[in-house]
């Protein structure tokens, strides 16, 4: 059984930066963050796709050039970067994976995660 947990959330101004980790993934194929805010739904940020020592990762057009995700796989722990963050990037922050599909090698960010974990918050005041 796959069990994710979120560390790093926190509180900083705007123009800050934060890193955010998440252990638990293994061989998981397609691993991505997510972030909700109440109210709204969920937003995915990133998502990458791992095959041995390879990493691809993709963005959500609202974060990139400031959000940077990787995998370092000698711990199996996925990063999230976060820099020149603004108030609206404030809202719980997920990470999620499941398993590779042949019919979604691209580890889309439309279709469904199996493995989520508990979120850590991050909050960025103007």
């Known amino acids: 059984q796959v069990q994710l947990v979120e560390s790093g959330g926190g509180s900083v101004q705007a123009g800050g930066s934060l890193r955010l980790s998440c252990v638990g993934f293994?061989?998981?194929?397609?691993m991505a963050w997510f972030r909700q805010v109440p109210g709204k739904g969920r937003e995915g940020v990133a998502v990458i796709r791992s095959s041995g020592n390879t990493n691809v990762a993709m963005y959500a057009d609202s974060v990139r050039g400031r959000f940077t995700a990787f995998k370092e796989h000698a711990s199996n722990t996925l990063y999230l970067q976060l820099s020149g963050l603004q108030p609206e990037d404030s809202g719980k922050y997920y990470c999620a994976g499941r398993p590779f599909r042949a019919w979604d090698p691209l580890c889309a960010l439309g279709v469904s995660f199996d493995y989520w974990g508990q979120g850590t918050q991050v909050t960025v005041s103007s």
């Open positions: 293994g061989s998981i194929y397609c």
